[in-house]
């Protein structure tokens, strides 16, 4: 049995059980947990910084992209190895994180703290690139208070080798590995956990794809453009190791640093509130939204926790919650409900053409349900199809740039409502 695998933080001195040699699988279901919990974490902060990118063609937007896409897979991965082991993934109540915040159980003087915020240079350079950052030649596996995501995941592989007992790879009767998740050319094979070396295989994805690998006698800091790093990935023989790195291919860390270098073409950006809060909003359509986008959100957080349970949630019935729910939400809902959200003022009669713009919270609510979801877009479209903003008499150019502004975003509302009501449909 797993028993409160969601509350890794809770676990006092976590790794010294997966670590003691006592062969307590509880530990090691709850650091996979961790694990999962940690993948996750990520992702808001990553589309928060995605979503304010204007320019969609640009090599930041695109790069940023393919690590919000193979941070999915990294997802699919640990869900597969908690099951593997006996656990059950956990990401809505309190495995679900609340921004800003750390990275969960890491050292919280070598981490950087993670917010959501407008994509910048620094924040490529100084959040997203340090949480990538791969660990040191021969630095040492940690758990508790880890420095690196590489250090947690190799003291989780080698609990893992250390477990003595016939049961570990015993699966949960009520969980269901995923390895039909297809992420196009981004991601990789999800890996069915069933021994160690499966096992193993799934951690050195998780960790190559992300941190990669600082080879022994290199620095830290590479000199040349695609030089020091190691890139990893399915080569043309079939065979899971190093490849020639393209952007694309690179590492999480490596792909940070190129956008973070390359200010000269860097995208512009919209200028949002950092680490919104729903009461920062005094704009009731920006409230409005933002509360429409936390029950998408929420919405996603249960569609992929039931997505690796074999036990049918109620709320999606028969259809599958990947591809039937969690997969239209984040390719038509979110992207449509933050796109909005980022073009309306967040106080009450500031200027729309400079901001402060809101932008979505992440909030949890374990209350959301698609019928909600669909009466909060309907309310966003009635209020953005209220008369326009004031502007000063005669002034026609503005006038005629806020109608078209608003046709434009009932457009993208609209098209986040028609998602929703197929999700309702299906």
Do not use: C
Request: glycine letters at 8%.
């Amino acid at each position: 049995m797993m028993a409160n695998a969601s509350s890794p933080a809770n676990a006092m001195g976590l790794f010294s059980r997966v670590l003691g040699g006592n062969n307590d699988r509880e530990a090691l279901q709850q650091a996979a947990q961790l694990a999962l919990q940690v993948e996750f974490t990520t992702i808001p902060a990553y589309l928060s910084a995605l979503y304010s990118i204007a320019q969609p063609a640009s090599n930041a937007y695109q790069l940023l992209r393919s690590v919000v896409v193979e941070e999915m897979f990294h997802l699919n991965q640990a869900a597969n190895l908690l099951i593997g082991i006996g656990g059950l993934p956990k990401l809505t109540g309190d495995a679900a994180p609340s921004y800003p915040t750390y990275l969960p159980k890491a050292n919280t003087a070598t981490t950087p703290f993670i917010g959501l915020v407008q994509a910048s240079t620094d924040v490529f350079a100084n959040v997203f690139a340090a949480i990538e950052a791969p660990a040191p030649p021969l630095a040492p596996p940690q758990g508790d208070k880890y420095d690196t995501i590489a250090q947690l995941y190799e003291a989780l592989r080698r609990g893992l080798h250390s477990y003595t007992g016939s049961d570990l790879f015993q699966p949960n009767p009520d969980g269901r590995q995923r390895i039909d998740i297809y992420l196009g050319k981004f991601g990789g094979k999800p890996v069915n956990v069933t021994d160690m070396a499966s096992a193993d295989l799934a951690i050195q994805q998780i960790v190559q794809q992300g941190e990669g690998h600082a080879p022994f006698g290199k620095p830290l800091e590479p000199k040349e453009k695609w030089g020091t790093y190691n890139y990893y990935g399915m080569r043309t023989d079939g065979t899971y190791g190093p490849i020639i790195g393209e952007p694309l291919e690179s590492t999480h860390f490596v792909k940070f640093r190129t956008i973070a270098l390359d200010t000269a073409n860097f995208p512009k950006t919209r200028a949002i509130v950092s680490n919104p809060r729903l009461d920062d909003f005094s704009n009731k359509e920006a409230r409005q939204k933002a509360q429409s986008f936390n029950t998408a959100y929420s919405i996603l957080l249960k569609a992929l926790e039931a997505t690796f349970h074999t036990r049918p949630d109620p709320m999606f019935g028969a259809t599958d919650p990947y591809f039937g729910v969690a997969l239209p939400l984040m390719h038509d809902v979110m992207p449509s409900l933050a796109l909005s959200l980022m073009s309306t003022p967040a106080l009450e009669n500031s200027d729309p053409d400079t901001g402060p713009y809101a932008a979505p919270t992440f909030t949890y609510r374990a209350d959301a349900d698609l019928k909600e979801l669909g009466k909060g877009i309907a309310a966003a479209i009635g209020l953005v199809q209220q008369a326009p903003r004031p502007v000063a008499a005669g002034d026609r150019v503005r006038a005629t740039a806020d109608t078209q502004e608003r046709i434009a975003e009932l457009h993208v509302l609209l098209r986040a409502a028609d998602a929703v009501e197929r999700l309702s449909q299906a």
